[in-house]
Each structure stands twice: as C-alpha cells, then as structure tokens.
C-alpha cells in the first residue's frame, strides 16, 4: 500500500469511527462524550491540498513543482483555483513544493508531522496548516514558529 493510500485509508477509517461514536448511542438514553468540532473551510482545503499533492506525488512519482501541476489533482475536490486561496486571510496558500510527502516524521508539536501548506497570514491571530500527512489545525500565530516544515522550508517574515 502506498503511503497515499494508507493516509486516505485513515482518513476515511477516522471519519467512520467519529461517524459512530457520535451517532452510535443515538436513542439509546445514553450520552456520549465524543464532540466532532467541524473543519473550518480553511482547514478543509489544506486537508485537500495535502491530499492532492499525495496523489500527484504518486502519479508524478515526486512531489508537484508548483499550482499548476497540482490542479489537477485538485479537481475532485473542487475548484482548484478557489481551493489554493484561504478563505481567511484572502491570499494564496503557502505550500512547499517538490517534497515527498512520505518523508518526515513527528515534530514536537501537538502531534503534528512537518508542514506541507499553511495560510499566509492567517487571522484574528492564528493561522490554519496542515501537515506532511493531510492533518489540518489552526494554531495561534505566536506558536507558528515552533512548527517544522517539510523540505527544510523557512517561512518569510512578510
């Protein structure tokens, strides 16, 4: 199994277990204590971004050199041109190109694995990333400096 298949097999596995867990006890006078907080739309298209790099990686057999061949793996989860602008900050997305997305490990923070694609400047504050494996978060601007990015990459500081 390839390392894109296995990542998409633990999104949909993660997806299915938190379906259940919050649906499962539906009626039966129990409550749960599982909360599904939803994916912002920031974080949703760097989780897709993150996604369709891996499968340009896996067809291209190396990572994407730039938007333009990352558009069409994009397509499948909508407009590719909407898809690499955050919906927060207005401005294209950051993302490291030409990395292997099955390379690099665990970091240090919060569980995350080396960034692949961030928010420019974010807002209000915090910044929307996602990691090397297609996990989105929102963390605060003052921890985004303690976050390792994939390829060595140093963010600028415009």
Known sequence: MTIHRAVRAIWLLGA????????????????????VVPLSPSETNLKNIALAYMDAHEKLGRGP????????????FGN???LLVSPNDQEPYVIIWGVD????????????????????KGTGGKRAVTDIR?????ILEADFSKLRFAGRHKPSSD
Do not use: H
Request: with cysteine; hydrophobic share 25%; net charge negative.
């Open 16 to 35: 299915g277990v938190m379906l259940t867990a919050t649906t499962g006890c539906s009626g039966c006078g129990q409550s749960s204590n599982v909360y």
């Open 65 to 76: 050199k730039n938007a333009e061949e990352l558009k069409p793996f994009l397509k499948e």
């Open 80 to 82: 590719p041109d909407e």
């Open 101 to 120: 997305p099955g390379r690099g490990g665990p970091t240090e923070y919060e569980g995350m694995w080396q960034i692949l694609a961030y928010e420019k």
């Open 134 to 138: 297609g996990r989105p978060m929102t």
